[in-house]
């Protein structure tokens, strides 16, 4: 059973998405994050070399920990990220 979330962001829209999610950012040592997208579409661009995803209310994208990435809305969208202190897709 994969694990739980320990803890996760308040819900953010276009416009109440913090200016500091936009700019280059990491988790700390230990910590995933799974950013969910609830609807609409958002761009998760890393800062080392690893590809951008598009995501989706499909996708979820992985955040490693101590992973330096930003997160830009593509129209109106609702997200949130969910935080973890292990591995959150593996069993």
Do not use: C, N
């Not at 598009?54 to 935080?83: D, N, T």
């Amino acid at each position: 059973m994969p694990p739980e979330p320990y803890k996760a962001t308040p819900v953010f829209d276009q416009d109440t998405l913090p200016v500091g999610l936009r700019r280059d950012h990491s988790t700390k040592a230990g910590v995933w994050g799974l950013v969910r997208v609830l609807e609409g579409r958002l761009r998760l661009e890393y800062g080392d070399g690893t590809p951008e995803r598009l995501l989706g209310p499909r996708e979820a994208g992985l955040i490693l920990p101590e992973q330096k990435h930003r997160v830009e809305p593509l129209g109106p969208m609702r997200m949130l990220v969910e935080f973890y202190d292990r591995h959150p897709t593996r069993k």
